[in-house]
């Protein structure tokens, strides 16, 4: 496996599990009433948002390098 993707393959995965993490700590605000998963929830979307758009950004930039 090659540099190239193996860096979109652990994008992907931490993109992944931002949301995931994301969506866990809205549901769990709400049921808890607590506000600080609110703002990890919050955090944690823009930060899976951010992940996606530098992946974009890496693609684009090695779209000439081979995946071997």
Do not use: E
Not at 7 to 33: K, M, Q, T
Not at 47 to 66: Q, T
């Amino acid at each position: 496996m090659s540099l190239k993707a193996f860096h979109i393959a652990f994008i992907s995965l931490s993109s992944l599990l931002a949301f995931g993490f994301g969506l866990w700590s809205f549901l769990d605000s709400s049921a808890r009433g607590n506000t600080l998963y609110s703002g990890l929830g919050v955090f944690s979307l823009v930060a899976g948002a951010g992940l996606i758009l530098y992946g974009i950004r890496f693609l684009r930039k090695l779209k000439d390098v081979s995946f071997l």
